[in-house]
């Protein structure tokens, strides 16, 4: 009889056991479950835009924005000046700005004595100095090298003998009309009609 | 009862049986607790909820007839003052109702390791002047009603014109030399979170209060 009743209280005990641990691993499920969410998600990546500038003289990059030359003679002397984006990976448009100068302080305010023989077919020479360049600089053609004048002309006799300093400034700039507005509004840039249309 | 008092000390291989009882007992009470709190904290009625079904959405964008969950900006539309635009569909592909919020954002790693959120900068947004029933609420984007399987293809609700719009601080030009975003790896998110409609209690329209959304 005794036995028989330890048998039962045993069974019942594991039945009470097996119930209990059987609610609880409910119970934790339902409330890890407690709310039923999704998510989705779409990315993308890449690198955020660049514009860089080069400056060579005669093929040879220079960090130097001045030019210098020797005058020789009254001709044209020979001297490449180019620009590239190299490294740039967004479109661009491009200005220049050229003053020349003797190393002994003579500013030349006119061409009378020397000047830079520049493409207007390439450029435009803006009312307010700068030339701006007449095309868009696609982001897949910034590493091609692009000529901002090829030599310089010397005009009067009274030049020889003296050295000239040209500083020349490129500058490049995105191509969208944000940027158009910012040169002209913001940095009063006196721009080409035909450079405004580039965007 | 008292019979087991008796008995059980002299069964010395069985001693754990009765601290798991104990333990489980104490289990059983916290999880009573628990879940009476979890299920009644933010509800107007002190009801459990329990949903049947699934809360599941795909969301993706059509590029070349194409479904896509990739986000391609061409470098030349994040210079300053673009505006890009995509097309971002949601279907409803689970059995449940549920509410669904959208946000996007726009992160540049400057030191090329840690991404950081410049969303000042270039700004995710979507046209709600298009996507009726979408209202901007503490920075993310909500469908202001339930929506089901139903409503998957139907342009008005879940087709949604996405934008980015790159402020003209970001600093892509030579006038801008110093920008520290300049030539920078960044990563864009657009996520698509959904929650079950029933128990959750937002409501719709004008009385929709994004604040109950619940998130696991």
């Not at chain 2, 470098?75 to 673009?82: H, V």
């Not at chain 2, 635009?85 to 959208?102: A, P």
Request: proline letters at 2%; aromatic letters at 10%; charged letters at 15%.
């Amino acid at each position: 009889m005794q036995h028989d009743n330890i048998a039962k209280s045993k069974t019942s005990f594991k039945l009470l056991i097996v119930l209990l641990a059987s609610f609880c691993i409910m119970c934790i499920l339902g409330s890890t479950l407690a709310w039923f969410t999704n998510n989705n998600d779409l990315t993308g990546d890449g690198t955020t835009p660049n514009a860089s500038t080069y400056l060579y003289v005669n093929g040879t990059q220079t960090n130097l924005p001045a030019v210098t030359q020797t005058i020789t003679s009254t001709d044209n002397i020979s001297k490449n000046v180019q620009f590239s984006c190299s490294n740039s990976n967004i479109d661009l448009l491009a200005y220049v700005s050229i003053s020349i100068n003797f190393t002994d302080g003579t500013l030349l305010e006119n061409n009378d004595w020397v000047s830079i023989n520049i493409s207007n077919t390439n450029w435009t020479k803006g009312d307010d100095g700068r030339y701006y360049y007449n095309s868009k600089i696609s982001k897949t053609n910034t590493n091609n090298k692009i000529t901002i004048f090829d030599s310089i002309a010397v005009n009067n006799e009274y030049a020889i003998g003296k050295t000239l300093n040209i500083v020349v400034l490129v500058e490049v700039i995105q191509a969208n009309q944000t940027a158009i507005t910012a040169l002209e509004n913001t940095a009063g840039y006196t721009l080409p009609t035909n450079f405004k249309n580039l965007v | 009862m008292n019979s087991n008092i008796q008995i059980m000390p002299n069964r010395a291989n069985k001693k754990w049986v009765m601290p798991l009882a104990v333990a489980l007992v104490v289990l059983f009470i916290a999880n009573i607790i628990f879940i009476t709190v979890a299920f009644f904290s933010d509800t107007a009625k002190g009801s459990a909820v329990v949903t049947f079904g699934t809360i599941s959405t795909d969301a993706y964008i059509m590029e070349n007839s194409t479904k896509t969950t990739r986000i391609n900006l061409d470098t030349n539309e994040l210079i300053a003052g673009s505006v890009t635009q995509k097309q971002l569909h949601i279907d409803v592909t689970g059995t449940g109702d549920c509410y669904v919020r959208v946000t996007g954002e726009f992160r540049v790693a400057v030191d090329g390791t840690n991404y950081v959120a410049i969303n000042n900068l270039v700004t995710f947004s979507i046209d709600t002047t298009t996507a009726t029933g979408w209202k901007l609420l503490d920075g993310k984007y909500y469908y202001t009603s339930v929506l089901n399987g139903t409503d998957s293809g139907n342009a008005s609700k879940l087709t949604l014109p996405i934008k980015f719009t790159v402020s003209e601080n970001f600093g892509n030009s030579s006038l801008d030399g110093q920008s520290i975003y300049k030539n920078k790896p960044y990563r864009i998110v657009v996520s698509v979170e959904s929650c079950q409609a029933e128990g959750t209690q937002l409501g719709s329209g004008n009385s929709f209060d994004h604040t109950k959304w619940v998130s696991n």
